[in-house]
């Protein structure tokens, strides 16, 4: 499953989301419905323009999580892809708390671009270690 995921994840970032959102249904499809999976065919809806089925990607995982409490940074991402810096940065805190293994790509996670220049980019950098290297390095 984790080969048509980042193959999603490179369409997402050239713009071609109708080969992104098929490659992460793919990743779905082979994962059992892993809610990484799940959240990134969410955050490609989201940024191809189709907020409706984005949005109910969200409520599936906001629901996963009350019961797991595992899946903080897939939620953050969706928020950030909708905008939402404010519940963004708390699911990000939740995801730190988490101790989530995807903090360690903060540098180069690509889809939390749009919060990068947000002074709480640079805490959650410090706490999570990467306060000596800042953003691009």
Do not use: C
């Amino acid at each position: 499953h984790w080969p048509p995921f980042f193959l999603g994840l490179a369409y997402e970032q050239k713009g071609m989301f109708g080969h992104a959102i098929s490659e992460h249904r793919k990743a779905l499809a082979r994962s059992a419905a892993s809610p990484v999976m799940l959240g990134a065919l969410g955050h490609t809806y989201l940024v191809a323009g189709q907020r409706s089925v984005g949005m109910d990607v969200l409520r599936q995982l906001e629901a996963v999580a009350k019961q797991r409490h595992v899946f903080a940074y897939e939620i953050a991402l969706l928020y950030v892809a909708l905008g939402n810096s404010d519940l963004a940065f708390q699911w990000l805190d939740q995801a730190f708390h988490e101790r989530s293994a995807w903090l360690a790509y903060l540098l180069v996670e690509p889809r939390l671009d749009p919060v990068r220049a947000d002074p709480r980019f640079a805490e959650l950098l410090a706490r999570v270690g990467h306060a000596s290297r800042g953003p691009g390095g």
